[in-house]
Every structure is written in C-alpha cells, then in structure tokens.
C-alpha cells in the first residue's frame, strides 16, 4: 500500500491567511445571493428594481469569481544533493515524463555538484553534465530551460512548456554564501524568482549546514538567507515577499535522540511516524515563528540519507551515519495583511469584502516522495508535485510575432512583429529562428535584431527581412521567439511554422550531419 495515496493533499491558498476570513467572504456571497432573491420576488417593471437585480448579480458574480480559480498548472519539484557525481544515463523516472497529467514547470536544485576549479570554470564555459542531461531529456518533450543559476556547488535549473514562455516575465536570480563566515559557497542559497502569468514566485535551494549538533546554526542560516537575498524588484525585494515561495534543498536536518537501531527498526517496519516527533525541522518550528509560516506534506517516504552509493542500504561504513530527511521541500503562501480595525461595522465589512484577492492562487500538493532507484549519490532524490491554480493576471504576449509568406533559404524571408503592450524594449532586443524542441533562448539557428532606428509604438506593425543565408538549408518546423535584453525573456513566440528545404540542399545531396549545425 502506497500511503501516499491514502494520505489527503496538502492544500494552501493566498486568498485568506485564515479559514475564518475564508467562512466570512462565503457569507457575503450568500447574502448577496439572497439580496438578489429578494430582488426578485419584488421585481416590478420600474427601472429602479432592475437596476437593483443588475447590480446584485454582478457582486454575486464577481464573489463567485474570487472563489473559482479558472487555470490549473502542475509543477513538478526535485532537490538531490548528487555528492560531486556525474547525472545517470536517465533521468525519466525522476522527472515522471510519463505521469498525467503532465507537467508544466520542473524545478530542480541540486547540491554538491562538482565544482573543482578546473570543473567550475569549464562549467561556466559551457553547460555542466547535469544540466545538458536534463535539458536532452525535457527538449524534445516541449520544454525550455527559461533560466538557471550556479553558486559553486549548488544548481537551480527551472524549465517551463514552450507555450507558457511569454508568460513567465521579471526573471532575476541571486545567491547568498554562508560557509566559512559567508565566504565561501559551499553552503548557502540560490534563487530564481518570475512572474509566471502576474503572479509573483520564488524558488529558493539551500545547502545547510550539516552534523547533528548543528541544528540551531541551520536554522540561522536559514533565516539570514531569506533576510538578506535581494531583487531588484520593488513590490518583491524578498524572497518572503512572494506570493508563494518554495524552499527546498539538503536542509540537513536530522532525527535526534533515537538510536541507530532504533531508527532502522522503525524505517524497516514502515513505522516512520515514530521517528516524525524527532526530526529537527518539525522539532524547530514549534519554536521558531518565521518557520510556522511554511507548510510541508507528510514524511511517508523512508530518510533520504545516508546510503552506501548504487544500493538502498543505509551507510555500512565505519561512521555508521543515522537515516535522516535531510532533503526537504517546503512552501509558504504570502499571508494576507491584516484588515484595517474600525469602529464602523459598514467600513469594516467593505474592508473584508475589498480584501479578497482579486487573482488568487491556491497551491496543493499532489505528492511528496523520494525515489530510491538512483544510486549515484549517498542521497536519494525527493520529488514534489503541486497543482497551481490561479486566475491569470493576463493572458496575451507582449509582442505578436508571425513569419510572413513562404520560407526557404532559396529567397530572403520576411517576418511581422507587433508590441501589443508597453514595456522596457531595447534596439538591443532580438528575434531568434528556433527549431521546434529548442532547449533555451540561446539554442537558435539564427537571429535578426528587432528595428534599430527607433522603438516601437504599440500596436505597429513592424516588418523585418531575414537574409536567405540565415535560413536553414534544410526544411523542419520552426518557431520565432522575440526576445528582451532587459526582461531577459521571450516575450513572444510564433505558431509553429515549416521552413521548406532549399533547391541547393536537393540538388548538393545535404545530409544533416553537415549542414548549419543541424542535428548535430
């Protein structure tokens, strides 16, 4: 029996810090609800009493639309301290590709990855071993790294469905080091925070620090990291300031107390529940009040650490290390502020009633567990997957971007790019030539700057020309991406289109291997 099947999802929303506040805004529905009845029991033919029944159901239906959020995407998390090791041939499993219903965003950190000098600089250069094999494996499923960021050993990658890209805006990462006295980066915290369709987000990974007696230093840690990481963002300069933050990564809790037999009798036994009253993160926040604020689903996996590398058998070496849930995945929904106290009951009904979020987002856990297949590392995977439901703040791209006529590198091509709404753009801004199944924004086969004379006005149309040796030789499915140096984003994608093979390619006999880097 799985018990995490039979166990309820964990369930927050950002529409009440409270479920009294919740109960309160039902209230007012019903009484708008029965206000209408009321309305038309009375009716008459005068326009007062029309005007009245207008009125009453347009409040009843906008309460109704606070309540029932109208989009639904699935986020799929995985933290792994991998122990310097290089990623393993496959990665679908721990990605669950086959699962349904898919996922929308995957976001992974990871701790420990090797990070020699010699490593981390040619990490720099070019993509490191983790993140091309997660990148090959989400590509060609329709997924694009939307961005990343490496503090030495600590990775955060987040990749997103191609469809959702011009709606994932204000991308900024940053990074906190608090190992040696904040000096060195082998502990601390990497983030990445984005408006995914105008609702504020941020992913924090963390490295803690680790041993048994260090659980109060972790803590401090912990809370420096939230205090201190900044960007340059006005209404979110924190990472608390987020309508929902996600913190995950090797916390290096441990479980106190019990001994070594003791904690592998109850794992081995399935009795993880005795060891739950121990754990060092649910220890800490019965006191810690900035801890309350985050919620974590139930621990029915087995501990994540230690375990001697390729097996499921806890650490046989002479230090004997104790099980622990070291790996963690937490989240805290922004609690809503406080309505203003007044005297007058009318004023503070409005308050409440003025106070609901208008865009909510509520955020359920739909699983919570590790994957033991792995075994590069002395630690396991944990998995997390949430449904995000929300109502979009907005659901049209900045920029309307379209190839214009047929495209073949026969003939130079021609494409129309429309600002549909006004934002920072730059001469610096460009369109890319993407094959379908790209991996990021820096994966096109060519590019053309956007209009260089002047910026655009809202709503023109703008008609740029593509040189024909800038076109593929050979035919494929193609998509255009507009893309924004200060946003540092796509903001606009084209349907996808087919570029038609060139009469040089048939008549040259051009194979794939040696053509535009191609399939290469």
């Known amino acids: 029996m799985d018990p995490l099947t039979d166990s309820p999802r964990v369930r927050s929303d950002s529409m009440s810090s409270s479920a009294s506040q919740g109960s309160r805004s039902k209230m007012l529905l019903r009484q708008r609800l029965s206000q209408l009845l009321t309305c038309i029991e009375d009716m008459s033919s005068d326009d007062e009493a029309n005007e009245e029944v207008s009125r009453t159901l347009d409040e009843a239906f906008q309460l109704c639309g606070r309540f029932i959020p109208t989009d639904t995407f699935r986020l799929h998390m995985v933290t792994w301290n991998v122990a310097t090791a290089e990623p393993p041939e496959d990665v679908t499993s721990l990605l669950q590709l086959d699962v349904q219903p898919p996922a929308d965003l995957y976001v992974i950190g990871l701790q420990e ?304 790019y429309t600002i549909q709404e006004d934002f920072m753009s730059s001469t610096w801004d460009w369109i890319g030539l993407y094959k379908v199944g790209f991996k990021s924004a820096s994966d096109y086969e060519s590019f053309v700057w956007v209009r260089e004379d002047e910026l655009p006005e809202t709503n023109e149309v703008i008609q740029i020309s593509v040189d024909k040796d800038e076109i593929p030789l050979l035919g494929g499915e193609y998509v255009l991406g507009y893309y924004s140096t200060n946003m540092q984003s796509i903001l606009g994608l084209s349907a996808n289109f087919q570029i038609l093979e060139s009469k040089r390619a048939v008549m040259e006999g051009l194979v794939p291997e040696n053509v535009n880097g191609l399939n290469k």
């Open 113 to 416: 990855v090797s990070a020699t000098p010699l490593r981390f600089i040619s990490d720099l250069l070019v993509e490191d071993s983790w993140s091309h094999v997660f990148m090959d494996t989400l590509a060609p499923r329709g997924f694009v790294k939307v961005t990343s960021v490496r503090m030495q050993g600590l990775l955060l990658l987040v990749f997103a469905k191609q469809i959702h890209l011009p709606y994932i805006r204000k991308i900024q990462t940053t990074y906190t080091r608090t190992g040696i006295f904040g000096y060195w980066g082998n502990k601390g915290g990497v983030s990445v925070r984005f408006s995914f369709y105008g609702h504020m987000v941020c992913f924090l990974n963390c490295h803690l620090a680790a041993h048994m007696n260090y659980a109060l230093q972790r803590v401090d840690e912990f809370e420096y990291i939230l205090e201190t990481q900044d960007f340059d963002i006005s209404d979110t300069p924190r990472v608390l300031d987020h309508k929902v933050a996600f913190c995950f990564g090797d916390l290096n809790f441990r479980i106190a107390d019990h001994g070594l037999h003791f904690l592998r009798s109850s794992i081995n036994s399935g009795r993880l529940n005795l060891l739950w009253n121990k754990d060092q993160l649910i220890m800490m926040k019965k006191n810690e009040p900035f801890l309350q604020e985050f919620e974590e689903g139930p621990l029915n996996f087995k501990p994540t650490y230690k375990f001697d590398r390729n097996s499921e058998t806890y650490d046989t070496s002479g230090k004997k290390r104790k099980p622990a849930w070291t790996d963690r995945i937490l989240w805290r929904i922004k609690p809503k502020t406080p309505p203003f106290e007044d005297d007058d009951d009318e004023k503070a009904s409005t308050s409440a009633d003025d106070g609901l979020d208008e865009y909510p987002l509520l955020v359920t856990q739909d699983k919570y567990t590790s994957d033991m297949s792995y075994g590069v590392s002395d630690h396991k995977p944990v998995i997390a997957t949430f449904s995000l439901e929300l109502r979009k703040c907005f659901d049209t791209p900045l920029v309307h971007i379209s190839p214009v006529g047929i495209w073949s590198a026969d003939q130079d091509a021609l494409l129309n």
